[in-house]
Nanobody, 126 residues
Framework: QVQLVESGGGLVQAGGSLRLSCAAS????????MAWFRQAPGKEREFVAA????????YYADSVKGRFTISRDNAENTVYLQMNSLKPEDTAVYCC???????????????????WGQGTQVTVSS
């Protein structure tokens, strides 16, 4: 069982930056692939970024590539999402997710993930 708690959301102007954190419980954090998803009002949850458990390979949605960076600190049981050059369309609730195993190429799919956090609100004003 893994519990995930996000923090770091808030209100920021367009062009600004935020750093989200997701703290995981338990001693097996390094055994999980981690990801960030987001959900805007009236829209489906969408993939943002993922980082693998062993090699630390990263994957990004096209909409955030070059602006967002996912990283992890296995000693601190934490995954981060550094968000730069924020746009109003980035406004959403951001959730982190954990998965022991992911089918090749399926990091973007919500059904690959076993555990989810409650989310943290990010609002970008124009």
């Amino acid at each position: 069982q893994v519990q995930l708690v996000e923090s770091g959301g808030g209100l920021v102007q367009a062009g600004g930056s935020l750093r989200l954190s997701c703290a995981a419980s338990g001693r097996t954090f390094s055994s999980y692939n981690m990801a960030w998803f987001r959900q805007a009002p009236g829209k489906e949850r969408e993939f943002v970024a993922a980082i693998t458990k062993i090699s630390g390979n990263t994957y990004y949605a096209d909409s955030v590539k070059g602006r967002f960076t996912i990283s992890r600190d296995n000693a601190e049981n934490t995954v981060y999402l550094q968000m730069n050059s924020l746009k109003p369309e980035d406004t959403a609730v951001y959730c982190c997710a954990a998965a022991r195993l992911i089918l090749s190429g399926s990091y973007y799919s919500t059904d690959q993930y076993d555990y989810w956090g409650q989310g943290t609100q990010v609002t970008v004003s124009s």
